[in-house]
């Protein structure tokens, strides 16, 4: 009885022990089944584009901007008081060509043509006075040398008579004398001729000196006027009605409608492929304005290069001049665009977008529901797509979406 008082706590917990073993293992024993799960494979939802062979033609994109090819500083022709503008004289207005942009008071100028015009008629009189008087001077010379001819028989038949003593040695000296004075007469007759004909050379000279002195005067009657001398926009106006204007101030500037161009910018590589097979000068040129959400189109023709090739970044600047443009055309100097030159045309090449080339050399092409790596030849880049040239067959699927597990292998699933 000692023995066991002296070991029941001892043998106790010993025994909840071993209960407790054995009820878990009664537990474990009698515990259900879970069957296995088979784990499915992954697979990633891709886009893809099937493969088509066509001819192409990339174009090579550039930003720009528009510039005005030709300009004119409005300056007035003479100088004067401005007594009229136009309502369209201002800076961005659109004018005609011949439109009356100013008027300066044509007072002075009217009276000096008027003066010049009197002065023309004066010398235009004394010309036909000088033809008149040297035609009557013409008509008369024959008569004179007729009178000679007469004035030498009347000579010949008094020495005759002479000789035969049948007439005074006085008649016969009369005779002698009147046939002198006849053709002393001649004489005078024609260096009077000659007189008049300089004189007429110079009545001619006169008339036309105020032929041109009264045109000068015509034309500042007309520079009163300034004009537009083409179709263009005005911009840097300085003028107004009652201003006080010589020849030597600028009153606008007008740029030409119709010689707008755009100046943009290829770098060697991209000036080197357009000009491969022929020149880049007179190829048209697409060029883009974006106003928000809206994209407007307008044609270029590429009309020069310049000779230099740029030191900062080793390429060209080009300039296409643009066409189709009317007054209603909102393009200015100054303008964002953007320039889009067409290339060669590639002969059965694969379009695909850039994303789904792989370190400019290789594809993922889908077969079987797997990604397969296919390698590639590059032909050119056409602006968000490339051209691909070999390795590739037609109406293979080319998965163009992008991810980090990407891979030979891979299942995926073709949205």
Not at 153 to 179: C, M
Not at 337 to 362: C, G, K, M, R, W
Request: glycine share 6%; proline share 3%; hydrophobic share 40%.
């Amino acid at each position: 009885m000692e023995l066991w008082q002296r070991y029941k706590k001892a043998i106790f917990p010993l025994v909840a022990i071993l209960i407790g073993i054995g009820v878990f293992a009664i537990l474990k024993a009698t515990k259900p089944q879970t069957p296995l799960m088979e784990v499915e494979e992954r697979y990633w939802p891709v886009a893809v584009e099937t493969v088509q062979f066509e001819n192409v033609r990339p174009r090579v994109s550039s930003f720009g901007e528009i510039r005005a090819g030709r300009e004119a500083e409005l300056r007035a022709q003479v100088s004067g008081r401005v007594i009229s503008v136009s309502d369209s004289l201002g800076d961005g207005a659109s004018v005609r060509a011949n439109d009356v942009l100013i008027r300066i008071d044509d007072f002075d100028y009217v009276a000096t043509a008027q003066e010049r015009r009197a002065d023309l008629h004066e010398a235009e009189a004394k010309l036909v006075e000088l033809q008149t008087m040297l035609s009557g001077e013409e008509k008369l010379l024959p008569v004179d040398k007729k009178q000679v001819d007469l004035a030498a028989r009347e000579l010949d038949r008094q020495r005759q008579l002479l000789k035969r003593s049948a007439v005074s040695k006085k008649a016969h000296d009369d005779a002698q004398l009147n046939l002198n004075t006849r053709r002393q007469n001649v004489l005078v007759r024609e260096q009077t001729i000659a007189r008049f004909q300089s004189q007429i050379v110079q009545a001619t000279s006169a008339v036309e000196k105020a032929k041109i002195a009264l045109s000068k005067a015509q034309r500042d009657v007309e520079d009163t006027q300034l004009k537009a001398p083409f179709d263009g926009f005005l911009t840097q106006t300085d003028v107004t009605e009652g201003k006080q204007v010589s020849t030597s101030d600028r009153l606008a500037r007008l740029i030409s409608l119709q010689r707008l161009e755009v100046g943009f910018h290829l770098s060697e590589t991209a000036y080197a492929r357009l000009t491969r097979q022929t020149p880049l000068k007179g190829r048209t040129v697409e060029i883009s304005v974006r106003r928000g959400t809206v994209v407007e189109k307008f044609e270029g023709t590429i009309v020069r290069i310049d000779a230099r090739v740029d030191a900062a970044t080793g390429g060209r600047n080009v300039f296409a001049a643009l066409s189709g443009l009317t007054l209603d055309t909102d393009l200015r100097p100054g303008l964002f665009v953007q320039v889009n030159v067409p290339d060669e045309e590639y002969q059965s090449v694969v379009s695909l977008p850039v994303q789904a080339i792989h370190d400019e050399a290789y594809v993922y092409v889908v077969k079987d529901s797997r990604l397969e790596k296919r390698d590639v030849e590059i032909a050119a880049l056409d602006g968000e797509h490339v051209l691909i040239a070999t390795g590739l067959q037609a109406d293979e699927q080319v998965c163009i979406t992008r991810f980090a597990e990407m891979g030979s292998g891979v299942k995926v699933l073709v949205k």
